[in-house]
Each structure stands twice: as C-alpha cells, then as structure tokens.
C-alpha cells in the first residue's frame, strides 16, 4: 500500500506529517498527533489509518513510534473542544504535536484543507494527505491508536455507551445509551447529543 504514498512534499527540509482523530465523536478528546520519518521509511501496511483494520493499526503504531525520527501525540479534551470548537481543537492539537516534537520541524504537512499558521513552522494543507504522504499516514496512526487505547480506558469507567466498540463516535447504541443513561463528564456539550427522531421512536 505505501508504495503509494509519498516520502516527502519538500525533498531538503524536515518535514512533519500532522494529523487528529475524534472530530466527529460525542464524547471524548480530540487528539493530534506529529510525525517525522526517515525519508526511506516505509511499510507495507502503511496507509490512512481509516483504511487499517485495527489489528494493522496495532501492529503499525509500535513500528511507527521505534523508526521515526521523532514524534509526538497531544490530546485536546472534550471541555476544551467545547470552549474552542471542534476544528479550533484539532487545529490546536496539532500545533501543540508539532511543538513537542523533539525535534523541531522545519515544515508541517497538514491532513485537510484548514489550518491557523503556526508562530515560526510554515505548513502545507493536503486534503486527504493521509492517503498521500507518508509522514501523514503515519501521524493519523498514532492519534488513532492512542485515542482508541484511551476510549477503551474510559469504557471500563462508564460501561453503558459502548465506548470499546464505537470510541465515543454517534452509533446508534451510544445515542440509545444518552437518552437512557444521560451524559457523563466526558461528553461534549457544544454537540447536538441526542436524535431528537430517536427519542420520538421510544
């Protein structure tokens, strides 16, 4: 699959591949993650981590965090999604991903087409990077797994929503699971939580 993706935008600078994962989710944190890799780094798996199965994620992640030359995960919780909106949050993220970097970046490679420039790193938006290059493939990785391994933290503190399976996105269980159980400190408030033709239906 990677044979695909490309090394690098800028053959001569350090560049970062930024991306998050949880925009979409009711509960939970945005979380951002930034990579760096060798510009020979590559993997047969390698690839938008929407288009893994969660065991090829797994097996990616530890692979990923060994080989790159540095990387980094930030995570923006819900009530700070709530007071600076979703997008503001995955914007926020990855800044801050790309800032704890140990080493810094002398370009960043955004997922997507909307970004804030950063103070002193100047950035590139590539809609569907993750698909395109390989540093992005392998950031959208890392901030899905950490993501997901913290999800399935909070599964076991609040059971009824099915967190282990959905991660906190708006399946129907987890909607069904609002209406009857209510919210927990880890929803977002600023989303529309509950279907209101959903709670008609019972």
């Known amino acids: 699959m990677s044979g695909k993706l490309a090394s690098y935008l800028n053959k001569d600078l350090i560049e970062a591949g930024c991306d998050e994962a949880g925009r979409g989710c009711l509960a939970g944190p945005v979380v951002a993650a930034a990579v760096i890799l060798p510009p020979n780094f590559n993997h047969p798996l390698l690839n938008d981590s929407k288009k893994l199965s969660e065991k090829q994620r797994n097996i990616l992640r530890p692979i990923i965090e060994k080989e790159a030359i540095a990387w980094a995960v930030s995570f923006v919780d819900n009530?700070?999604?709530?007071?600076?909106?979703?997008?503001?949050?995955?914007?926020?993220?990855?800044?801050?991903?790309?800032?704890?970097?140990a080493i810094t970046p002398e370009h960043l490679l955004i997922d997507g087409n909307r970004f804030k420039a950063h103070k002193t790193i100047p950035h590139t938006c590539i809609i569907k990077g993750d698909g395109k290059y390989r540093s992005i493939a392998a950031a959208s990785i890392l901030a899905k797994t950490h993501r997901d391994e913290l999800m399935q933290k909070y599964a076991d503190e609040y059971p009824n929503y099915g967190w282990s399976k959905n991660k906190g996105y708006p399946t129907k269980e987890?909607?069904?699971?609002?209406?009857?159980?209510?919210?927990?400190?880890?929803?977002?408030?600023?989303?529309?939580?509950?279907?209101?033709?959903?709670?008609?239906q019972l």
């Open 79 to 101: 009530k700070e999604v709530d007071k600076i909106n979703v997008l503001n949050a995955s914007i926020t993220g990855m800044k801050r991903a790309a800032d704890e970097l």
């Open 174 to 200: 987890h909607k069904l699971a609002l209406i009857k159980f209510g919210e927990t400190p880890l929803h977002r408030k600023s989303f529309k939580l509950i279907d209101t033709q959903l709670s008609l």
